[in-house]
């Protein structure tokens, strides 16, 4: 059984920055993609960025290219999502995601296993 593991979102001022960690374990394919999602208050989940286990790496709303930047530790099994200059429209609860089927999607069904999320607040 595949386990997610989110941490380090709290809260910060807008134009700071925040590192997300995603901790995997359980898992024993060589190939696969693990993707970050968010959902704000009253929306729905929209897909942030994604990494390949070959290191391929997707951004999905243009609101987050070059402020956001995906990578991963394979030693760690972790995945990283950089934030820089934070917005409050980047409020939300961001979750990593699992797909055994080594490809990078936006679409929430394409993720078999899911973290429990973790709180990112951008307030003054």
């Known amino acids: 059984q595949v386990q997610l593991v989110e941490s380090g979102g709290r809260l910060v001022h807008p134009g700071g920055s925040l590192r997300l960690s995603c901790a995997a374990s359980g898992f024993t394919s060589t190939y696969y993609a693990i993707g970050w999602f968010r959902q704000a208050p009253g929306k729905e989940r929209e897909g942030v960025a994604c990494?390949?286990?070959?290191?391929?790496?997707?951004y999905y709303p243009d609101s987050v290219k070059g402020r956001f930047t995906i990578s991963r530790d394979s030693a760690k099994n972790t995945v990283y999502l950089q934030m820089s200059n934070l917005e409050p429209g980047d409020t939300g609860v961001y979750s990593c995601a699992f797909n055994p089927r080594y490809y990078c999607s936006d679409y929430d069904f394409s993720y078999d296993y899911w973290g429990q999320g973790t709180q990112v607040t951008v307030s003054s």
């Open positions: 990494i390949s286990s070959t290191d391929r790496t997707t």
